[in-house]
């Protein structure tokens, strides 16, 4: 089992920059792939950004490209996302994921095997 907790969520205004962090329980988290995803009022759930269990690849959803970096500290069994230029349309609960399978970045939710409880993020315009 493990258990994922998010932080760093709150209220920013469009242009400023937020830091989201999960730390997961387990004794495996550097062969787990970690993710982020988010969902907004009356949206789908939606990805937005992927890292595989090294590290080393990273992949990330087509409108936060350039602006969201996801990283990892396996010492630390930890995940964050650090979002910079905040529009308004990124406002969301954003969820920590854990892909346990494979140690490779997924992009489907269904596919991921924990997810956190969620940090709510609202960007003001």
């Known amino acids: 089992q493990v258990q994922l907790v998010e932080s760093g969520g709150g209220l920013v205004q469009a242009g400023g920059s937020l830091r989201l962090s999960c730390i997961a329980s387990?004794?495996?988290?550097?062969?787990?792939?970690m993710g982020w995803f988010r969902q907004a009022p009356g949206k789908e759930r939606e990805f937005v950004a992927g890292i595989n269990w090294s590290g080393l690849m990273t992949d990330y959803a087509e409108s936060v490209k350039g602006r969201f970096t996801i990283s990892r500290d396996n010492a630390k069994n930890t995940v964050s996302l650090q979002m910079h230029s905040l529009k308004p349309e990124d406002t969301a609960v954003y969820y920590c994921?854990?892909?346990?399978?494979?140690?490779?970045?997924?992009?489907?939710?269904?596919?991921?095997?924990?997810w956190g409880k969620g940090t709510l993020v609202t960007v003001s315009s």
């Open positions: 994921t854990a892909h346990v399978r494979t140690g490779y970045v997924v992009k489907t939710y269904s596919a991921m095997d924990y």
């Open positions: 387990g004794r495996t988290f550097s062969s787990y792939a």
